[in-house]
């Protein structure tokens, strides 16, 4: 498998993920000779006797206390131990290894100071499958995410706990099994790899993604619901959105209006004599146009984070100077999840909305709850009810972390951005909003089942066939937790998108 290759620059999201998902990683020889270069600076400085923070210093309150020479080292190991305060349960391993990815990214930019072998080091772990447990709280994104990291570089030194094939262990015992003997810490190298925003970038990256691929299902489900439903196209006529022009808004109607494109469904009732249709379904390219708009905030904002270096100080080897700064504040990264989640939040509220008129026979003319024999069956009353209480949490989640400062360290870190928590919660309002809109596109896909003998339109009809494949009609009761199961599967394989964009192209 090739590996992806890290130079402290052109990290992507695609190749985070891939990382994450066991693809190995590699250095770039530039990258080797930046950091050897900002090393040297170190040395030099510890040579001349220059008393530097982070260097040869105590940390954040302590920063006045000199450490001597012959404690250097036992200064990098402490601050290690003292700073693994982590609580709660373990961050999933995907995400732990998406973090060691992005810690040596940001080692590789060479604005550290650590050694070469130590960036080399964290790469053999994770290549070789060593993933430390991270305790998943404890980080208020402001000095960067200590607490996890220190249970990151635990493991370096051959402590704390990892897993290995699958198996929790001590760290110690990964690394033997792994054929690695623990690191050692130099000058600012516990600082280097403690300081940072890989943790809360990580959270944030992942519900990037799968933010971004919902909001592309979101139009499906939508589309779906809307034919079901015998919902107007008029809506989604492109002289409405142009005239608004907001391009994100103009793009979902044109999407919408592809996915129903050939409908014999829609046809069907073309001269209904229904003037408009509720706001769920006729103010769709509204609401998830601006989802998308937001979106794209957070990916700009995100993205740019995955090649950041984010520690203090930075060394800067051209100039030989080491100067203190705060880029290790999370506030950045904190905002953009925070919008992403409230975002993702509205495709959840605006489907479940779309999904309650598909069980509502006054709205929908289809049988109550899309039960085949109402009252013997339940259909998908109940199924909507799950959908009402994730939309509930969602409303609760989606209240902002990054507003909600508390000073630390002695009111040396008196403005802390809460970046972990809202990157956190805004992956859990991301899963939660898939579990809704696969809801949806079940619902949905039973709606069309009751239009016998009238075809869908191209776009829905793939994504209707492709459901199909997997699971079947309802045509009596039966456990929806595995179709929601199977459901979630296929979103999460691109399987139902895949198939929709290969008949109508990217939506």
């Known amino acids: 498998m090739q590996p992806i290759l890290l130079d402290g620059n052109s990290l992507t999201l695609s190749d985070l993920v891939a990382v994450a998902a066991g693809r190995p990683v590699a250095i770039a020889p530039q990258a080797m000779t930046q950091m050897a270069a900002a090393r040297a600076c170190i040395e030099e400085i510890i040579r001349d006797g220059r008393v530097v923070y982070g260097v040869n210093t105590g940390f954040g309150k302590l920063a006045t206390i000199h450490i001597a020479d012959d404690a250097l080292d036992t200064l990098q190991r402490n601050l290690v131990l003292s700073h693994a305060c982590g609580v709660g349960e373990p961050i999933p391993a995907p995400i732990v290894r998406a973090v060691m990815a992005l810690k040596i990214n940001a ?20 290549n070789r499958g060593v993933v430390p447990v991270i305790p998943c709280k404890g980080s208020v994104g402001a000095s960067g995410d200590l607490a996890p990291l220190a249970h990151m ?47 809360l970038t990580a959270y944030a990256a ?14 499906i489900a939508a589309a779906i619901s809307i034919e079901s439903l015998l919902n107007s196209r008029t809506a989604f006529d492109p002289r409405i959105h142009k005239a608004r022009g907001h391009q994100a808004q103009i793009r979902v109607a044109e999407n919408l209006i592809r996915l129903l494109s050939g409908s014999e469904i829609v046809e069907s009732h073309r001269d209904c004599g229904k003037v408009q249709d509720a706001y769920s379904s006729r103010c769709t390219p509204q609401v998830h146009g601006a989802v998308r708009q937001a979106l794209a905030y957070a990916e700009e904002v995100i993205c740019t984070e995955l090649n950041a270096c984010t520690d203090n100080p930075l060394i800067f080897a051209g100039e030989k100077e080491v100067l203190s700064g705060g880029n290790f504040h999370g506030q950045v990264v904190s905002l953009a999840c925070d919008t992403l989640a409230i975002a993702v939040a509205q495709l959840a509220n605006i ?7 598909l069980m509502d026979p006054v709205q929908s003319g289809l049988p109550p709850f899309l039960a085949a024999e109402s009252g013997t069956n339940s259909g998908f009353m109940i199924a909507q009810v799950t959908a009402a209480a994730l939309v509930s949490e969602n409303k609760v989640l989606t209240h902002p972390a990054s507003v909600d400062s508390i000073p630390t360290s002695a009111n040396q870190e008196d403005f802390v951005s809460m970046g972990a ?40 009809r793939a994504a209707w066939r492709c459901v199909r494949e997997r699971i079947p009609v309802m045509s009596q009761d039966r456990l929806l937790h595995n179709d929601f199961c199977a459901i979630h599967e296929l979103i999460g394989d691109n399987r139902i998108l895949e198939c929709v964009e290969s008949a109508i192209g990217e939506l």
């Open 153 to 199: 570089t635990l493991v370096m030194l051959g402590l704390g706990e990892a897993w290995y094939e699958n198996e929790r262990m001590p760290g110690a015992a990964a690394l033997a099994r792994a054929g690695l003997e623990p690191a050692s810490l130099k000058a600012k190298e516990g600082l280097a790899v403690l300081n940072g925003t890989q943790v």
């Open 351 to 357: 489907s479940e909305r779309r999904l309650e008129n």
């Open 206 to 219: 992942f519900a990037l993604q799968r933010a971004l691929r919902l909001a592309r299902l979101a139009d």
């Open 421 to 460: 928590w809202s990157s956190r919660k805004a992956l859990e309002v991301v899963e939660n909003s898939e579990t809704v809109l696969g809801i949806e596109l079940l619902a949905g896909c039973q709606a069309l089942d009751f239009r016998p003998g009238l075809e869908p339109g191209q776009g829905t």
């Open 107 to 126: 080692l590789c930019k060479g604005f550290s100071g650590t050694r070469p072998e130590l960036a080399q080091f964290l790469a053999g772990m994770l």
